[in-house]
């Protein structure tokens, strides 16, 4: 069973910014926070990990709070394009015999 | 980099005869793919583990002699659905992950099969 508890849907102002929140009460200390993203039809896109650190890349920032129970993926100015499931993921297991269970995900809108 | 392809995109097949999967990762070397199916509407559930050069590994309630996997080199796995039936119509995702990078893996873009 996915470790994650997520909104089922939100939606989002164009050109303002996108908070999605995830819960993940019962990761353990070595286990890293995941998210993708799938739009329709399409294979899911790797957007951020992290393990405790706050992290930022070209696409999303992600804001894991201290006691990493729960997380924040951050989409700076989502375009219309942005309008897709998100998934986030903490991973089972470590090392090798890691995967990736998937949850339902939280359905963005942008909308104009 | 880090592209992982499908093939066939689509497939329809008659009900009672095996389909094959092909999932490759292009740019990189992957010892450790999963497969994946979607059903409408509905999330990824993980099938089984492939991993190159062994046997793969099935969750639960995943029938091995329904869904044959074949890992025979570092960037190929295939996924075999042996005596299609309708139900068995839906997205097949698979996803690699890079050899010496553990925490990350790239799906492919996915096959859709219909059983008529």
């Known amino acids: 069973d996915a470790k994650t508890t997520q909104p089922p849907s939100m939606d989002c102002a164009e050109g303002r910014a996108a908070n999605l929140p995830c819960n993940h009460s019962?990761?353990?200390?070595?286990?890293?926070v995941y998210w993708y993203r799938q739009i329709h039809s399409q294979g899911p896109q790797y957007i951020i990990h992290?393990?405790?650190n706050n992290e930022t890349n070209e696409m999303a920032s992600l804001i894991i709070t201290e006691d990493r129970k729960s997380s924040t993926l951050i989409l700076p100015h989502a375009t219309l394009r942005d309008t897709a499931v998100y998934y986030c993921?903490?991973?089972?297991?470590?090392?090798?015999?890691?995967?990736?269970?998937f949850g339902q995900g939280t359905t963005l809108q942008v909308k104009p | 980099g880090a592209v992982v392809s499908q093939h066939p995109s689509r497939v329809i097949c008659k009900s009672g005869t095996s389909v094959k999967i092909e999932c490759r990762s292009l740019?990189?070397?992957?010892?450790?793919m999963f497969w994946y199916r979607q059903f409408p509407k509905k999330s990824l559930m993980l099938m089984a583990t492939?991993?190159?050069?062994?046997?793969?590994?099935?969750e639960q309630g995943v029938e091995k002699d329904k869904f044959l996997i074949n890992h025979a080199s570092l960037t190929l796995s295939t996924l075999t659905v042996t005596s299609a039936h309708p139900e068995d119509s839906s997205f097949y995702i698979c996803?690699?992950?890079?050899?010496?990078?553990?925490?990350?893996?790239?799906f492919g873009p996915g096959t859709r099969l219909l059983v008529l």
């Open positions: 996803s690699a992950r890079p050899d010496g990078v553990q925490e990350t893996q790239y």
């Open positions: 740019d990189f070397q992957a010892t450790t």
């Open positions: 993921i903490v991973r089972v297991g470590i090392g090798n015999t890691g995967k990736l269970i």
């Open positions: 992290g393990l405790k």
């Open positions: 492939s991993n190159e050069g062994s046997k793969a590994t099935y």
């Open positions: 019962t990761i353990s200390g070595n286990e890293y």
